[in-house]
């Protein structure tokens, strides 16, 4: 894998162009430092180099590190901008900044009724943009709310510079809330025992005890909050609520998709104290802490969690390891490294999953969507070598809400911008989804340790130890690395790993949920070692590794049973100035991989001559040999894949159900070797093995071929290219691309690129191909093309990429793209914003899959009142056969039968629209819809999903008396088990289930407080649902609510409350409530109820929560502050002398 660092004493920057990256892996500095990346260019990657640049370096500098994480403090940025002569750029330029969390500012900025006035001079391009003045310029970035390490990049001129500046947890007073509630219930003229739910508010379940007559119980409850500093100079942190779930969620964030669409509040909201326990702690002290509850272990899911740095997939790669977990933790951290360790006593088990990108943003399902946790999901995108898809390129972590969510027809993730099937170099795109299942069973525990440290600026050390005690998949898994700095741009790095797993893990089994009773255990080592140098003239990176055939961890790039190695080199001749000198350079790089199980390899080589006259035309000729043995081995991603026993992503293969896209789960990859598990993905071809797309050809490979390309720049934002390359041996093979990109801005660009070839798989098989059933050599038959569309805006990884639009009092930005979807957007000006994307993959000779995928949306912000949006995507594949199903004449799939309506190929859609409208300081509707259909070109029933949802909210913002909020929804839904399917419970049926439904669901919530001592909450509910069965009958249910309760405070110490419900649906006995309750203020903060209903109900799905059993109770609350124990203080209690 490409992505390699090197390290340096006090900055942290990372650099990834084109399959190289550079970056730091130390802990940020004291002091934090930025470091210029535009001279650490690979000079060996690109067709065409960058011409005279008006920004030669970058130097930024900030006035305090360490800052305390309040949401106001500003870090204080100062940026100098330097042309080639070394003198500071005269004039103004302007400056382009983006950050991982927190907010820009110029300094001094004010703040009126719509919020901050940052200063943004360009609310087009993405970013914040500002003016340097003489090559000058100061701006604030405003920490984050919670204490992490924000990464900032720097733009200007096309130099970049890069930094990270720490935020610290803020040392606040101490804030303490809390309350401990008791209840006594009776229930005299039933026989049946007496429910714990009696009265007004939710049953306490935790701490209870009943009657034996069930006709009294009692019940306890605490819960508590509280966050301050200790000592002077440390944070606690302490939640404990003893009536929560035992199994809720992970990582707890607003959820948008719950209660209502709007809520007319623009408020910044965040969490704290997440924990799926019942408890959270959490001590910190500057950037050491010690915490028990919701964990992320794996590098960029740990930061974004804000739980402290880890080592990065390029220092630690092998020994790589991605958990979320509930659990303790310790973190220590300074400048020269950090130590980690965490430990978990549960009963979840991990799942790995992955899916080929379809050109579309989803839905993709996982298969255990029902037994998943909810919040332990890291998603990622994944790039693999087109030539070989074991090989990973490039992996992005993803974030929820801000790059996709879970849809609201199954929970099915759907991101916010269409996932590629390639990218523009065509290697093939995936998504990764890992995440926890319950087990069952007894917990067992879950424990590891893991640190980087520094000695001196030139060597770094590291290693961790994990161990999975799950007796049905034990694991365990240790590493060490170490890092050489042999100059500032120079550095040697070695890794060495090992596991121990069941055998019958190897491979991936170990990540299906079938236990493997009586497996040996087996151990595996793996080790990898690379040589790096980024010059200005120079740069080169030669890596080699080998792993064992059991070394088994899926974290990690290298699968096990593989030697491989590669290098890349360039070599700057010249360097083109102002005077447009012509500059030369010099290009090689190999990649070599062996499959030791399946005694496969393949050699690929590429050296060439680059010459840029002047800085708008590039050429470059060259040499391309390609070697590749096969020997008959299964899913190695060195060889003809076949079917694999262990089916990632398999749950019902319809799509609609189960994993995959659209919940097809057919289309799942291995997440080992990058290819699909049943044949599936980029498809057999004509039967002969090959594997066309996304990974090699399986039979022997020979080919040597020329290469010419260009690229040529017109103008400063328009550029096109063209590369044709043939083979030396036979003239019939051959391959030519064609390519464009407009700049839209400085960080957005329109690419296209067209390719066409013939006589190739993945790569040319010269000598024809080894049919695999008879032996027998045939000419190769193939000729496909592809052709990708896109928008690429480059935003640095991890980036904030939400302005500050907000609808006045009506919900900030992120709120908005939460409503809408959409992110990664071509901004055409201020109001209007497109994304777009295009996609085109066919075989044009032999069989095989032929798909295309469109998409486009827009939104449309005229002013600060509206918002308008829509999304429109389109993919079909054509019955020239669906992802390895079109068998061909000799067809072999290992005896998976042929599916009917993959091979007749289908039309996919899917569209989102929203529209939002603040009506008035008071009012705010908003309208959105969803809609899925799959059209199958057979006789199968269309499957399609609608939900239309519309929501008002209203705040009385003067009075702050009156507060409304209502919505109504109509979701339908159609989904059939589809004919011919393997997995189908009635193979060869179609039967309709019984989860196709109609539904309308109206629902207002309101409180009224016209005085100090009145107040009156009410609610109006309504559902109507049409159930529709096989058997061609339906069932219709019908369910409506109204209710209120008054409360009147009579005096300081009484108050009375009534409370009146009614249920009824057509066709049935109406069933009423009705209560009054009686309060009485014991002293300060004891509050003394008694109370009793007359009749009693209950319905989950329009009470929500109001429990109104008939019986009697008592109740006692006790609320408390940070003041509790400071009775003894003259601040605190007045009635001490002072």
Known sequence: MFQKTTSSDNVRFSRLYLALSIGLITAPPAVAQFRDAATEVPLGSALGQQGVQQVDRIQVSVERDGLPADGQTPAKLQIELFNAAGQLVPGETVVTLQASNGRFQLPGANSDEFGLITGDIDSVTPGFQITAKDGRADVWLRAPVEAQQVDVQVISGGSVARGAITFVPELRDMLAVGIVEGIISFDRKVIQPARPDDGFEERINSWSRSSGDGKRHAALRTAFFLKGKVRGDALLTMAYDSDKPDRDRLFRDLDPERWYPVYGDASITGFEARSNSRLYLRLDKDRHYLMYGDIATGDGFSERAGQGSVASTQVRDLGQYNRGLTGVRAHLENDKGYLDAFASDDNLRQVVEEFPGRGLSGPYTVSNSSHAVLGTERVELVVRDRHAPSRIVSVKQLGRFTDYSFEPFSGRILFNQPIPSVDESLNPVSVRITYEVEQGGKNFWVYGVNGQYRLGSHFEVGGGYIKDENPLAPFQLASANATVNLGERTWLRGEYARTRSLASSIGGNIYTLVPQPGADKVEGDAWRAEFGHAGKQFSMLAWYGESDENFNNPASSYLGG??????????????????????????????????????????QIQAGLGYQPNDRLSLEIGANHVSEHGNGGLGSGLSIPGNLSAPFGVGVVTPGFGGGFYGGSSTALNPYTGQTLYNTGS????????????????????????????????????????EVEQDLDHKEHRRAAVGAGFRV?????????????????????SEGVLDPVTGERRPSPYETNAFVFGLDTEYMEGGTVFSEYRMYDAFSARQAQWASGLRNLWHINENLSLQTGFERLQILDGEGQTATAATVAAEWRPDDLWL?????????????????????????????????????????????????????????????????????NNDTK????????????????????????????YWTRRDVVLPNDQWSPNPGSSLDLSNSYDK?????????????????????????????????????HNAYLVGARLTHDITERWDISLMGYQMWSPGSSKQFAAGAEVGYLLTSNLWLSAGYNLRGFR?????????????????LRFKFDENLFGRGKASVNSALPR
């Open 562 to 603: 593989r030697r491989q190695g590669g290098l890349d080199v360039g070599w700057l001749l010249g360097k083109p100035t102002a005077e447009s000198t012509p500059a030369w350079r010099i290009f090689a790089r190999g990649v070599w991989v062996e499959d030791q199980r399946y005694e496969a390899e393949r050699t």
């Open 683 to 722: 498809s057999w071809s004509g039967g002969y093995g090959s594997w066309i797309g996304n990974g090699l050809a399986g039979v022997p490979v020979e080919y040597t071929a020329l290469r010419l390309g260009l690229t040529y720049r017109p103008v400063d934002r328009f550029d096109i290219s063209a």
């Open 745 to 765: 801005h400085e960080k957005t660009r329109l690419y296209g690129r067209y390719e066409w070839n013939t006589g190739l798989s993945s790569v040319a098989t």
């Open 868 to 936: 308008v949006n829509g999304r429109l995507e389109w993919r079909r594949t054509d019955a020239s056969g669906f992802a390895g199903y079109g068998l061909g004449n000799n067809g072999n799939n290992g005896g998976i039968g042929s599916i009917d309506w993959l091979n007749n190929g289908y039309d996919s859609w899917l569209s989102t629209i929203t529209v939002a409208r603040k009506l008035s300081r008071d009012w705010t509707i908003l309208a959105r819809n969803y809609y899925l259909l799959n059209k199958y």
């Open 942 to 969: 269309d499957s399609y999903e609608n939900r239309f949802q519309a929501g008002f909210a209203y705040r009385d913002t003067d009075t702050n008396r009156v507060n409304v909020l209502g919505k109504y929804e």
């Open 1000 to 1036: 309308h669901i109206v629902s207002v919530h309101t409180d009224w407080h016209p005085s100090r001592t009145w107040w009156l909450n009410a609610r109006l509910a309504g559902k109507r649902q049409t159930n529709y069965f096989s058997d061609n009958t339906q069932s219709r």
């Open 1099 to 1115: 319905d989950d799905d329009l009470t929500a929560g109001e429990y109104t059993n008939q019986g009697a109770y008592l109740r």
